[in-house]
């Protein structure tokens, strides 16, 4: 029976396999030589997970590489299921003599990650249909809330959160990017935005996240799946 698992059974079940959790997703990226080897992978992909693929599978193929990304789509998290076609598709690939791509550290450019913009309102139900309008997007499956997050119906873009006020602050950009990276590279990844000319705002909620921000003052936060498990 598919059940839903916690951020870190998802993160241990995955890491080696190539796999890394991040925030309600698995992701693998593996490393290839033309298109139609990319193509080829994501079509044995799709085999071995069968009549799941469509629910659960996505598959961004490049000359150079293959994303795949794996979570339940009804629920929008990751389940048992989930973990059981990730080993699969490490499987088909490993014998196919393909190798997920390394992490930082490695000489990889970088490892997966994901994209989210946060906006902070005063009022979030009051501003929420402007933004999935202009936007084109919809309501995460199994949302759909005055402050759940929007999403693009077509996987493109980023997903799109609220971030609750108190109190206007117009001496704060209000608007800032969430990077989700796996847990073990934020350090690097932040060490490099400090080398960078970033400066560190906040730690008070890492390893949930970390609050960076430019030699102007806008925020992004580094963000991994640990320190939000009650």
């Known amino acids: 029976m598919e059940q839903t ?22 992701q693998m990226s593996v490393t290839v030589r033309t298109l139609a080897q990319a193509i080829s992978l994501a079509a044995d992909a799709v085999a071995v997970c069968g009549d799941d693929a469509d629910r659960h599978l996505r598959v961004d193929v490049r000359p150079d590489r293959a994303v795949f990304t794996l979570q339940s789509l009804d629920r929008a998290t990751v389940t048992t299921r989930d973990i059981e076609l ?23 450019p970088r490892s997966v990650q994901l994209l989210e913009i946060a906006i902070d309102a005063l009022n979030i139900a009051r ?3 402007f ?3 202009v936007l084109g997007y919809t309501d995460e499956t199994g949302a759909g ?5 929007l999403v693009d119906p077509v996987g493109q873009g980023p997903a799109i959160w609220f971030q609750q006020m108190d109190r206007a602050r117009p001496q704060r950009n209000r608007i800032h990017i ?8 934020a350090p690097r990844r932040i060490e490099t935005a400090l080398a960078a000319g970033g400066r560190l705002v906040s730690a ?6 970390w609050v960076l921000a430019d030699m102007e ?9 640990q320190g939000r498990d009650s």
Do not use: M
């Not at 969430?178 to 590279?185: G, K």
């Not at 008070?204 to 996240?209: E, H, K, L, Q, V």
């Not at 003052?217 to 799946?225: D, F, R, S, Y």
């Open 5 to 26: 698992v916690s951020r870190q059974e998802a993160s241990e079940a995955v890491q080696n396999h190539g796999w890394r959790y991040l925030l309600g997703a698995l």
């Open 86 to 108: 990730a080993r699969r598709i490490s499987a088909t690939a490993d014998k196919s003599g393909f190798l997920p791509e390394p992490g930082i550290g490695t000489g990889a």
């Open 127 to 129: 501003i929420r249909p």
């Open 131 to 133: 933004w999935k309008a």
């Open 145 to 149: 809330g005055p402050e759940d997050r």
């Open 178 to 185: 969430d990077i989700s990276v796996p847990h073990d590279e």
């Open 204 to 209: 008070t909620r890492a390893p949930a996240f």
């Open 217 to 225: 003052g806008n925020e992004a936060c580094i963000t991994t799946w």
